[in-house]
């Protein structure tokens, strides 16, 4: 393996824009610790896809 990138924090959902934003608290890449990580998402009934 290359290399691995973990991280955690707590997380924020946008319904009505379809936004997940994770508030990054620890991260094995220094430089995000401390900031915030968006992603888009789609509901499949009651699953994320």
Do not use: P
Request: hydrophobic share 35%.
């Amino acid at each position: 393996m290359q290399g691995s990138l973990a991280y955690f924090g707590t997380d924020t959902v946008d319904e009505a824009t379809k936004i997940i934003t994770t508030h990054i608290e620890g991260c094995t890449f220094a430089n995000w610790i401390g900031t915030d990580r968006k992603l888009s998402f789609n509901m499949n009934g009651d699953e994320l896809d």
